[in-house]
């Protein structure tokens, strides 16, 4: 029997060293999880309840419209308002399934096979690999230290001379190396795609958490055409929820409708009336003590001294990206780095090549969203392993 081609993408590999783990755990060993991004506070104390008042209450819980029930996303818009000064139509929010929906859906609104689209390199690999399978060119910028690790107006210029780009991909603050565009950045680029008739694709599924007193520069403040996409999963510390959301272009309006509709009827009913009240103050505040945790575990990381090389500058999310090149020791690189710190420290971290095919195999990331005593504890452990490889 036949298998597609466009299925032959690379696996997600810290989803690999999560089956590890699990292995390990259920051998009974304590793993110190620094390799997922995800939050482990939960939901918001106001959000369960409510999950489990619809349970009971008569509250109908079947198909909703495709992009959503109308009190989330009146209430998603009324968050612009309040977060970035925004004035933003409901009628142009989708609700979707998890920030994954999202991407798919706008990818396949907006590019056709062999449309080229930009992506910074390093990356979350799901952009590049979701673009592979639906048959796009991946145009891959090598964005490094000199560049904050972030595309610039210069790097889709000179792509863009090569061969026309039909769409890049920003996320700020971005997954792996938690930099953030700054308003002036963010404008440029913005101003750039405009002039060459290429989609933007803004992904600030981060915002919210952040260390410089931005939450993060919403693109629709600079480009009206651009596609937002966000998600409840990681302030809101939501991510079993799966649900997420667009902010849409009125071209795109019909044709994501059309999409959200044949692939996913609509986004899981229970999760979106329950995260009505994500936009409470109580909500809110949860949120930002996560927040504070994250910083707290950035600080810990950041004064401790492991001998490695360039630090990416963590502006925004929760991971630290760095080169370990001065201490791989005997190791080939960092995929066998992290296999060996697991089997010694029992500590999980991802090794870079999963977000840089060309750099990753000496770079890792370091997730903070266990908090700042298990990143101490980390550190203690790593210290213990290095000094063994001297």
């Given at each position: 029997?036949?298998?597609?081609?466009?299925?032959?993408?690379?696996?997600?590999?810290?989803?690999?060293?999560?089956?590890?783990?699990?292995?390990?755990?259920?051998?009974?060993?304590?793993?110190?999880?620094?390799?997922?991004?995800?939050?482990?506070?939960?939901?918001?104390?106001?959000?369960?309840?409510?999950?489990?008042?619809?349970?009971?209450?008569?509250?109908?819980?079947?198909?909703?419209?495709?992009?959503?029930?109308?009190?989330?996303?009146?209430?998603?818009?009324?968050?612009?308002?309040d977060w970035y000064g925004l004035d933003v139509d409901p009628a142009r929010v989708c609700v979707?399934?998890?920030?994954?929906?999202?991407?798919?859906?706008?990818?396949?609104?907006?590019?056709?096979?062999?449309?080229?689209?930009?992506?910074?390199?390093?990356?979350?690999?799901?952009?590049?690999?979701?673009?592979?399978?639906?048959?796009?060119?991946?145009?891959?910028?090598?964005?490094?230290?000199?560049?904050?690790?972030?595309?610039?107006?210069?790097?889709?210029?000179?792509?863009?001379?090569?061969?026309?780009?039909?769409?890049?991909?920003?996320?700020?603050?971005?997954?792996?190396?938690?930099?953030?565009?700054?308003?002036?950045?963010?404008?440029?680029?913005?101003?750039?795609?405009?002039?060459?008739?290429?989609?933007?694709?803004?992904?600030?599924?981060?915002?919210?958490?952040?260390?410089?007193?931005?939450?993060?520069?919403?693109?629709?403040?600079?480009?009206?055409?651009?596609?937002?996409?966000?998600?409840?999963?990681?302030?809101?510390?939501?991510?079993?929820?799966?649900?997420?959301?667009?902010?849409?272009?009125?071209?795109?309006?019909?044709?994501?409708?059309?999409?959200?509709?044949?692939?996913?009827?609509?986004?899981?009913?229970?999760?979106?009336?329950?995260?009505?009240?994500?936009?409470?103050?109580?909500?809110?505040?949860?949120?930002?003590?996560?927040?504070?945790?994250?910083?707290?575990?950035?600080?810990?990381?950041?004064?401790?001294?492991?001998?490695?090389?360039?630090?990416?500058?963590?502006?925004?999310?929760?991971?630290?990206?760095?080169?370990?090149?001065?201490?791989?020791?005997?190791?080939?690189?960092?995929?066998?780095?992290?296999?060996?710190?697991?089997?010694?420290?029992?500590?999980?971290?991802?090794?870079?090549?999963?977000?840089?095919?060309?750099?990753?195999?000496?770079?890792?990331?370091l997730s903070l969203s266990a908090g700042a005593a298990a990143v101490a504890e980390a550190v203690?452990?790593?210290?213990?392993?290095?000094?063994?490889?001297?």
């Amino acid at each position: 029997m036949k298998i597609s081609r466009r299925s032959g993408i690379h696996a997600f590999e810290v989803m690999t060293i999560q089956q590890k783990v699990a292995t390990m755990q259920a051998a009974g060993q304590e793993v110190l999880l620094l390799s997922v991004g995800e939050p482990c506070q939960g939901a918001p104390r106001p959000v369960r309840e409510r999950l489990a008042r619809v349970a009971t209450d008569g509250t109908d819980l079947g198909y909703t419209p495709g992009f959503g029930i109308a009190p989330l996303r009146a209430a998603i818009a009324r968050h612009y308002a309040d977060w970035y000064g925004l004035d933003v139509d409901p009628a142009r929010v989708c609700v979707t399934v998890g920030s994954s929906g999202a991407f798919l859906l706008a990818f396949l609104a907006c590019f056709d096979v062999g449309d080229r689209v930009a992506v910074g390199r390093p990356t979350y690999p799901a952009y590049a690999n979701d673009l592979r399978a639906l048959g796009c060119e991946v145009v891959e910028l090598d964005c490094g230290p000199a560049e904050r690790f972030q595309p610039t107006p210069e790097l889709l210029a000179a792509a863009h001379a090569e061969a026309p780009l039909a769409g890049v991909v920003l996320a700020s603050p971005a997954n792996p190396t938690g930099t953030m565009l700054d308003a002036g950045q963010m404008a440029a680029l913005a101003a750039w795609c405009r002039e060459h008739d290429v989609r933007l694709i803004s992904d600030e599924i981060y915002h919210g958490i952040s260390f410089t007193g931005s939450r993060g520069e919403c693109a629709w403040t600079y480009d009206p055409s651009a596609v937002v996409v966000s998600s409840f999963s990681k302030y809101w510390s939501m991510t079993g929820w799966r649900l997420g959301w667009m902010l849409l272009p009125e071209d795109l309006v019909d044709p994501v409708d059309r999409l959200t509709g044949n692939l996913f009827l609509c986004a899981p009913t229970p999760a979106q009336w329950a995260a009505v009240e994500a936009f409470t103050p109580e909500a809110y505040a949860a949120a930002d003590r996560a927040v504070a945790d994250f910083a707290a575990a950035r600080e810990v990381l950041l004064e401790a001294d492991l001998g490695w090389g360039t630090v990416a500058p963590p502006d925004g999310a929760f991971y630290v990206y760095a080169d370990i090149s001065p201490v791989l020791g005997r190791y080939a690189g960092s995929r066998e780095w992290c296999a060996a710190l697991l089997e010694d420290q029992q500590i999980a971290v991802t090794p870079g090549l999963d977000f840089d095919a060309v750099h990753g195999d000496r770079t890792v990331r370091l997730s903070l969203s266990a908090g700042a005593a298990a990143v101490a504890e980390a550190v203690r452990r790593i210290r213990t392993f290095q000094a063994g490889l001297s």
